[in-house]
């Protein structure tokens, strides 16, 4: 049974490119999060989506946008990057409202 | 808001010896507490966690918790830590359900000696 799979593994970016990353859900699971890690911090909540949709949503500009396909995959897309964007990009899934997050490996981006 | 306090930015400790992490948080309802431990440049991986009932929970790894109301605490204790235990440790604190956004702390980072 595979767990959270997130790609890349690694992204190089330069100030003012836009990314997307992907993730895919652990099987079964309906619900997924994402957070950014700065280095030397504890993960940020950006958003999450359930049906489709984006149920919630943490303190990031609307440059941080996403997308949740029909098979309950995700992605999470950050356009105009900047310097401070460099960050851990965590994943997570749940089932429903279900009480426990899975979290991938991350997609380390750097925005030079 | 919810927000979750780690004191302790770093731990040393000698191999076989016990262990406990300070973990405070702010909620204005009945708190849902998890433990994250994150080895380097991985993921997330949950220790244990707390919704309701007996208030010392046990969790993988030999690790424990025990939430303290009171003390609006829930620290993260371990009898005898190994060197594989070296690691950081995220305390965080869910809303509804569990399930919403997970607030975290900054995290303990837990150093090992032998």
């Known amino acids: 049974d595979a767990g959270v799979t997130q790609s890349p593994t690694h992204l190089i970016k330069t100030r003012g490119q836009q990314v997307t990353l992907r993730c895919s859900p652990k099987s079964g699971h309906d619900t997924v999060s994402w957070y950014q890690q700065a280095l030397g911090q504890g993960p940020q909540f950006i958003f999450q989506?359930?049906?489709?949709?984006?149920?919630q949503r943490g303190n990031f500009p609307d440059r941080f946008s996403g997308h949740q396909f029909p098979n309950y995959s995700s992605e999470l897309n950050v356009n105009a990057l900047l310097l401070g964007d460099s960050a851990l990009y965590l994943c997570a899934s749940s089932l429903g409202r279900g009480r426990e997050q899975f979290f991938g490996p991350g997609t380390r981006l750097t925005v030079l | 808001a919810q927000s979750v306090t780690q004191p302790d930015i770093h731990i040393t400790v000698s191999e076989g010896a016990s262990l406990e992490l300070r973990c405070n948080y702010s909620y204005g309802a009945t708190p849902y507490l998890f433990w994250y431990v994150q080895s380097p440049g991985q993921g997330l991986q949950l220790l244990l966690k707390y919704f309701s009932g007996d208030t010392l929970v046990q969790g993988i790894k030999g690790f424990e918790a025990e939430f303290k109301r009171s003390q609006s605490s829930f620290n993260l204790r371990k009898p005898s830590v190994h060197w594989s235990d070296a690691a950081e440790y995220f305390c965080?604190?869910?809303?509804?359900?569990?399930?919403?956004?997970?607030?975290f702390g900054t995290g303990t980072r837990l150093t090992i000696i032998p």
């Open positions: 989506y359930y049906e489709e949709e984006e149920r």
């Open positions: 965080a604190v869910g809303a509804n359900f569990g399930n919403e956004k997970l607030t």
